[in-house]
């Protein structure tokens, strides 16, 4: 069943055609730990961006491999663009599904701080 999130301030809004994960990640970069990100990845044409797009202002760091995309109005960054290994995916801050519980997620620990 698909899911749906916004940023904070509600001008950014998106679904995601797929059900809700059960899984995510964390990371200790310095981009992801600041913000507080919990992340969960899905194939690009599974998300579709519902509103808001003159809204995203992109920020790029690092290698610039992936596109963060923040609302230039609350500052959330509800989810970014990226490449998978095959294909486009988006990179999706689960802190913006409100449906999901993010304490009953089996949360994976990536060491980013050390790319």
Request: aromatic share 8%; charged share 15%.
């Amino acid at each position: 069943m698909p899911y749906t999130g916004h940023c904070h301030c509600g001008a950014v809004t998106f679904t995601v055609a797929t059900d809700a994960p059960t899984e995510a990640m964390t990371c200790n970069c310095s981009h992801c730990h600041a913000k507080g990100l919990v992340l969960t990845f899905v194939p690009a044409d599974q998300f579709a961006l519902d509103s808001g797009a003159d809204h995203l202002t992109d920020y790029h760091f690092y290698k610039h491999a992936i596109t963060h995309q923040f609302c230039r109005t609350c500052g959330t960054q509800p989810f970014a663009l990226g490449q998978s290994a095959t294909a486009p995916m988006r990179a999706i801050n689960l802190r913006c599904v409100t449906s999901i519980d993010i304490d009953t997620l089996t949360i994976t620990k990536v060491d980013g701080a050390s790319f």
